[in-house]
């Protein structure tokens, strides 16, 4: 298990790595850098201290977010909070934008549901695409439910 462990944290950084380069070589092979990736495992498993430590090995800046607060911040004054957060990141870069429990913003099938916090997804959804390929800005969203997540975030 240990192995295993390993072998996919290396993973991530790689794929970290790549997004936080901005290299011209990605974009001349015609590949676009990953804008976001999902972490999920049970509480306390260890994924903040993973994109933490991916941050620090990408000498990129991080930037941590609870989702529980940008929900509730959606709420009381809307979706400025998640749009501080993106241009936090973007003013940082190279940065991770790191969103703890990401579920509680794009739960399954919200848009069928016809919730408010709807626009809240589609907000994030819409600030990840404004991510320009080479902007050297990586969200990593963490979440302990991952079968919960709207179908649109994990495209």
Known sequence: MQVQSRERADRVLELAEWALAASPRWTAMGLETPRGLLLSGPPGCGKARLAGKI????????????????????????????????????????????????????????????????????????????????????????TAHHNTLAAELCR
């Open 55 to 142: 941050a620090h090995q990408c000498e990129a800046r991080f930037l941590m977010r609870q989702g529980v607060d940008l929900l509730d911040g959606f709420h009381q004054t809307g979706i400025a909070p998640l749009s501080q957060a993106f241009d936090d990141a973007r003013r940082g870069a190279p940065c991770i934008l790191y969103i703890n429990d990401i579920d509680l913003l794009a739960p399954r099938g919200i848009f069928q549901q016809g919730r408010a916090e709807g626009a809240l997804l589609a907000h994030l959804l819409a600030e990840i695409d404004r991510l320009a390929p080479g902007g050297r800005v990586l969200v990593i969203g963490a």
